[in-house]
């Protein structure tokens, strides 16, 4: 099992925690939502869980929760700049199919 980050991915978490002045990583999981059944949630992490799985990749840890990992083993975080828009990007090799506005995705 593994979470990754590109090295993109990577120095643009490195840049916001240093603007924060605090955190330990990123927290990568899903919630139940939108058209296809889920989304990926991301949030700085300040605190560590106990439950957490933590991955390490271009020295940023990476926190998913046990209920998330199943849904998002594998994936590979990507962070895209195209035209004005910036984002992550989520290669997750078990997802099955997204919806058209991209916002969720199905297992």
């Known amino acids: 099992m593994a ?3 590109t ?3 990577a120095k643009h978490i490195n ?4 603007r924060r002045g605090k955190g330990l990583g990123l927290r990568f999981g899903v919630r139940t939502t939108g058209c296809s059944g889920l989304a990926y949630k991301l949030e700085y992490v300040d605190e ?3 439950q957490d799985s933590v ?3 271009h020295g940023v840890k990476v926190f998913v929760d046990p209920k998330s990992l199943p849904y998002i083993d594998g994936t590979e975080l990507d962070f895209a700049r ?3 828009n910036e984002g992550f990007k989520f ?6 199919d ?3 506005c991209g916002e969720s995705f199905r297992i």
């Open 3 to 5: 979470i990754t980050l």
């Open 7 to 9: 090295e993109k991915a």
């Open 15 to 18: 840049r916001y925690i240093e």
């Open 48 to 50: 560590a869980d106990e």
């Open 55 to 57: 991955f390490e990749s």
């Open 82 to 84: 195209e035209g004005l």
């Open 91 to 96: 290669n997750n090799p078990n997802e099955k």
């Open 98 to 100: 997204a919806c058209g």
